[in-house]
């Protein structure tokens, strides 16, 4: 007996058509190709390092949100509505990650400086870096690029 979630798709079905979705494939992979790139750039600035840590080159805010929209774009059209809604939440996201937490960064570094200066017992607070425009231009680039290379290679296109 088939166990029909709705819309008359068997639940086996469905859930494998949840699981493979290119679009959302195309994104996560491109995003961690991203952050395992920031991972190296950063050992081999300094030799340490710690996976998906806030920052750096390039932004994976960026390239996840810029790989959904240019998936979404490629696969159901630059002219739909999924598409319109991801370029949205794309500079929602870009626009958070360069002006907001670049801004939160500058004000935990000042907490910090008058911390230290009155020889404060209250712990310093974690200083949250945001993003240069450099750093969100290339995520930006690296998502809708990688994007459209792995829909390629899925032959979702």
């Given at each position: 007996?088939?166990?029909?979630?709705?819309?008359?798709v068997?639940?086996?079905?469905?859930?494998?058509?949840?699981?493979?979705?290119p679009?959302?494939?195309?994104?996560?992979?491109?995003?961690?190709?991203?952050?395992?790139?920031?991972?190296?750039i950063?050992?081999?600035?300094?030799g340490?390092?710690?996976?998906m840590h806030?920052?750096?080159?390039p932004?994976?805010?960026s390239?996840?949100?810029?790989?959904?929209?240019?998936?979404?774009?490629?696969?159901?059209?630059?002219d739909?509505t999924v598409?319109a809604?991801?370029?949205?939440?794309?500079?929602?996201?870009v626009?958070?990650?360069?002006?907001l937490r670049?801004?939160?960064?500058?004000?935990?570094e000042a907490?910090?400086?008058?911390?230290?200066e009155?020889?404060?017992?209250v712990p310093?607070?974690?200083?949250?870096?945001?993003?240069?425009i450099?750093?969100?231009?290339?995520?930006?680039a690296?998502?809708?690029?990688?994007?459209?290379?792995?829909l390629y290679?899925?032959?979702?296109?």
């Amino acid at each position: 007996m088939e166990i029909d979630p709705g819309f008359g798709v068997p639940l086996h079905v469905a859930w494998w058509h949840a699981y493979y979705n290119p679009i959302l494939i195309s994104a996560i992979v491109v995003w961690l190709l991203a952050e395992l790139i920031k991972w190296g750039i950063r050992w081999r600035m300094d030799g340490r390092s710690r996976f998906m840590h806030p920052g750096g080159m390039p932004s994976g805010h960026s390239t996840i949100t810029s790989a959904t929209a240019m998936g979404a774009g490629l696969v159901e059209g630059f002219d739909s509505t999924v598409f319109a809604v991801a370029v949205v939440l794309m500079a929602v996201v870009v626009h958070d990650a360069v002006r907001l937490r670049g801004s939160v960064g500058r004000q935990a570094e000042a907490i910090n400086a008058l911390i230290t200066e009155k020889s404060s017992i209250v712990p310093a607070v974690f200083v949250w870096y945001g993003h240069r425009i450099r750093e969100v231009m290339v995520g930006v680039a690296f998502g809708a690029v990688g994007a459209a290379l792995i829909l390629y290679f899925l032959r979702a296109l």
